[in-house]
């Protein structure tokens, strides 16, 4: 049983993991822009930063978190992995130069901070790669056997004295550090099978001065995010990462709790475990954090009873990853299962289950959402209530208890949630819906259909998007253009895509996307069942924020969407035009979705508007349709155990979409990672005739994956890296494209750049298309 002397301050019996950062109106997105832009000091990006921090303190007083460290302290300025790795020193080492001091050890100023964060020239930034299941992306660390881990840095300190001066005692929040190196890379100059994990060690005595620092600051508690620990899918064993979690807790919590602060490990995105909490527990931590939420509760028995006794569990209750607002009494009910379980001796406080920064911040700055829509709906700010509710209890909250479950019932039986010819639909469906003619059929009616040379060219869908487009997009919003101008807008840019095409060369076109906003908000305005925020912005990565669609009814298609598009591009060239879609996962993946059903079951709803879609275009003559999953491996489940069942249901419903296209209609997808080799069983089961991937940022390294799958149909493994504006030459894409001959070979090969070109500007697009194809040539000229 652990004996850790009671912390001073218990922790508050109400919480929230985390709070967004970016501010109501995106306050942060542009100082940050502005100060990159040279536009504003560093000055001033400080003050603005420390506005919001004030800002969030105030609300979130206002909002009733009153107890003592109740109020996270989890401010970054471009992300939380790159703010703890920074103030830890873990520093790339081609960044040396910008570090304080004559030996170059000490810490960045802002500026060098945004450089690590965005690269400068040949300097590469920090990769940046998917937060769990979510759609935020973190900086990966770098770490190798010489990383320095020390202390180089006080910003998460001071924002805790920050708060103290300022009258409230807050939390700091920072990234653990089991979860820091779980998420870490190998330097580049680290050897071969070097794990950042065997620096552990280490980065405890770091994280030891760091908690020293913030007891020093004032801090009661600190929070540290140990989400690694909910999953069951890193390099290592899960027995090791555990041995490892408990080794680094014990080290810590070992500390004189005159020297640090209390500790609180939380956990998100998934269930933690039993043999997870029972390592935690016995590490003489003082409060655990669980998901609730995506979790099921732990099973707690007498040994890990007694393990936990004098361990606050923190129940994660409220939704922190999704917009609904809470059944409280079936939360309340949860809550309830977990104090029994966890008995006298373990004190349970109420949280959210993820930290707030994944939805927006108050549902009253949505004035043009339909008010019952709105009143089913709880983001930041309503969540701090609903937590508190549920801390307070259905008595003593009972009016809060009863409006959730007004707005529950509401909820279930309005007009839109339940649409019985969708249900219907779907209950009549039977295998047959989900399968085409099997493919090396299918194939000989395309080779006939389709006359394309070897290695076809082609992009990923979108052209540039302009400053005109956008201002067309802005101008019709405001209603200074008309429909019909802002049609002939698109419909002159869609010309000129077309025209720039057929100069290049390129096989098989596309119109280009003018007329999309994103890829998935596009679908959710023209789909029943969806609803789109004024300012529903959340952050993404670094300054940028996504403005997801809300899922929530059954979804229908009220017209055709694209076919107008695609028709206009297909009556301006006798080559063939690609159809273009968003296929159902990543719909679900980018939007808020509905939770009063399995996921499943919404997406083939969303499968079966795009099959309408999809034959509808063949209608209008458009016989090469991509339909775009690049979410597909992000929803990817964090234990090993969910995941053949997710893999299953997001092919079939990307299945169910294509099924009904014609043996001739070639259907292509896109996917925009490069873990080819960890899906490569979904990607087989998607069907599709050609895919592509993003293959040339990383190097190619994924065609000896592709080659030993024996994948038989079409493939385009980019051969041109879009997130940058450098211009690959000819030769440089004759070698990628060599080297993916002899891999995939001649039949199956298609030549593409690794994703759309949205973010481009046309003068790289051009030279780089046209090296392109130059070298396409040249490689056919050899066959
Ligand atoms: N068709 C989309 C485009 O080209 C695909 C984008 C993506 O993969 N994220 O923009
Ligand atoms: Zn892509």
Known sequence: MSQQPQPTTPFPAA???????????????????????????????????????????????????????????DFAYYDQVWSAASQLGAIPSRFAHLRAGDSHTGALDLAGHFTVARGAGDLAPLEMTKWFDTNYHYLVPEVGPDTEFALVASDSADAVAEGIAAGVAQRPVVVGPLTFLLLAKAADDAPEGFAPLSRLDDLVAAYAAWLRSFAAAGAQWVQLDESALVSDTWDADRAEVLAAAEEAYATLAAIETTERPALFVSTSYDTLGRDALAALARTGVEAIGLDLVKGGLPEIDADLRAALAGTTLVAGLVDGHNVWRTDLDAAHAKLTALRSAAGDGVPVAVSTSTSLFHVPHTTTDEPDLPEQLRSWLSFADEKVGEVLALAAGPEAAASEFAAARAARDDREAAAGVHVPAVGERLANLTDADF???????????????????????????????????????????????????????????????????????????????????????????????????????????????????????????????????????????????????TGPVTILAWSFVRDDQPLAETANQVALALRDEIADLETAGIGIIQVDEPALRELLPLREAAQADYLDWSVRSFRLATAGAADATQIHTHLCYSEFGEVIGAIDGLDADVTSIEAARSKMEILPAIAGSGFGRGIGPGVYDIHSPRVPSAEEIEGLLTAALASVGERKLWVNPD?????????????????????????????
Not at 440 to 448: G, K, M, P, T, Y
Not at 456 to 461: D, F, K, S
Not at 544 to 550: D, K, M, N, Q
Request: contains cysteine; aromatic residues 6%; neutral net charge.
């Open 15 to 73: 919480t929230i993991l985390g709070y967004p950062r970016i501010g109501p109106r995106r306050e942060l997105k542009r100082a940050l822009e502005s100060f990159w832009g040279g536009r504003s000091s560093a000055e001033d990006l400080t003050v603005t930063a420390a506005g919001l921090r004030e800002g969030t303190r105030r609300r979130l007083q206002a909002a009733g978190l009153s107890e003592p460290a109740a109020i996270p302290a």
């Open 755 to 783: 994703c759309g070109l949205k973010t481009r500007g046309y003068a790289e697009t051009v030279a780089s298309l046209e090296h392109l194809v130059g070298a396409t040539k040249a490689v056919r000229a050899r066959l």
């Open 435 to 581: 399968d085409r003619t099997p493919y090396a059929s299918r194939v000989v009616v395309q080779d006939q259909t389709w006359d394309l040379p070897a290695l076809p060219t082609t992009t990923i869908g979108s052209f540039p998007q302009t400053t005109e487009l956008r201002q067309a997009r802005a101008k019709l919003r405001k209603g200074e253009i008309t429909e019909a101008e802002y049609t002939d807008e698109m419909r002159a840019e869609i010309g000129r895509v077309i025209e720039l095409q057929t100069q290049l060369g390129i096989d098989v076109l596309v119109h280009g996307e003018p007329e999309r906003n994103d890829m998935v908000q596009y679908f959710a305005e023209h789909l029943d069942g969806f609803a789109v925020t004024q300012n529903g912005w959340v952050q993404s990565y670094g300054s940028r924020c996504t403005r997801p669609s809300i899922l929530w009814g059954d979804v229908s298609r009220p017209a055709p969407i694209t076919t107008e598009w695609s028709s206009y591009a297909d009556s301006l060239t006798d080559a063939p035009v690609k159809g273009m879609l």
